[in-house]
């Protein structure tokens, strides 16, 4: 996909980040953004609680699908609203169209952790975890049906999922298996990174505690005895040779012992 779109269209779960990164998208890229929450809310006269509580479930979807129409030709960045794809006509009205969607896909746990934190969702309100999650499992393949392309979102913050979709339509993408690997590939890069810094994290507990009994930064028998039990526990694992064990656990190992030998010191001061 080398040619700019007139119409970009975000769908995935509510909390997957459709509003924040569709509005980081339009702006980075200078382009106007619609969110379809918002234009229900505007036609309504009423935030999206109100219409459920008073108007129930079912207007609240006759206005999105109002909506879901008009969207197709705006001239900019859309964000839908996580229901959209329950409904056929709208699967049926992105498909037909000629915007490009996006999935904009995440993992449960950290869609869930937001969605409690911010509490506008009704859905969610009245829903116990299992239906939310059987709701999630529904969804993801409509999703899926209608997406032109699959960003992995986990891990990233809003403008680095904004600059890769950004991205792809500066001629830098144009093969869509690619481009779904790579995202996910970046996805797993900040995973492991995030872990890497809670690591250090406790690495640095350890150092505050091994100063307060007294004990040596350096204990060679436990570097062997991890590297072991690492190894025996990926051993039926073809992608985690020894040879990955020993050369990342050096790494890792020589890093941690650096940076408490660096608080011993500041601490000792
Ligand atoms: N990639 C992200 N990383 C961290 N927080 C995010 C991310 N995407 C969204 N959020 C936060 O999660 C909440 C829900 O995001 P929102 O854009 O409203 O999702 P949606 O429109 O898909 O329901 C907001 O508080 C937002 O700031
Ligand atoms: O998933 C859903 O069915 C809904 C998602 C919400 O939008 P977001 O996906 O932006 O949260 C909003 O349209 C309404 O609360 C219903
Ligand atoms: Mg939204």
Do not use: C
């Not at 999206?48 to 197709?72: C, D, N, T």
């Not at 999935?103 to 449960?108: C, D, F, R």
């Not at 009245?126 to 499992?137: G, P």
């Not at 690495?203 to 039990?229: G, T």
């Amino acid at each position: 996909m080398t040619e700019e779109p007139q119409t970009l269209i975000l769908v995935g779960f509510m909390g997957a980040g459709k509003t924040t990164v569709g509005r980081e998208i339009a702006r980075q890229h200078q382009s106007q953004f619609l969110d379809l929450d918002l234009a229900i809310e505007q036609k309504a006269g009423m935030t999206i609680p109100e219409i459920f509580k008073s108007e129930g479930e079912a207007h609240f979807r006759q206005l999105e699908e109002a909506v879901v129409k008009e969207s197709v030709t705006f001239p900019g960045v859309v964000a839908t609203g996580g229901g959209v794809v329950e409904n056929e006509k709208n699967r049926q009205t992105l498909k037909d169209s000629d915007a490009v969607v996006i999935y904009l896909h995440g993992n449960l746990e950290g869609t869930i952790g937001r969605l409690l934190a911010d509490g506008q969702r009704p859905l969610l309100q009245k829903e116990s975890t299992i239906s939310f999650f059987k709701r999630w499992q529904k969804r993801d393949p409509l999703y899926q049906e209608v997406a032109d392309y699959v960003v992995e979102t986990v891990g990233k913050t809003p403008a680095r999922i904004a600059a890769e979709i950004v991205a792809l339509f500066s001629g830098q993408a144009d093969d869509l298996t690619l481009t779904t690997l790579r995202s996910q590939i970046d996805a797993l890069d900040r995973q492991i990174f995030d872990t890497i810094a809670e690591r250090i994290g406790v690495v640095r507990a350890v150092a505050a505690y091994k100063q307060k009994v007294n004990l040596a930064v350096r204990q060679p028998e436990r570097m062997v005895s991890m590297k072991a039990n690492l190894k025996a526990d990926y051993r039926q694992n073809d992608n985690i040779t020894d040879d990955l064990i020993d050369a990342l656990m050096a790494t890792l190992l020589e890093y941690s012992m650096a940076r408490e030998e660096e608080d011993i010191q500041k601490g000792q001061l």
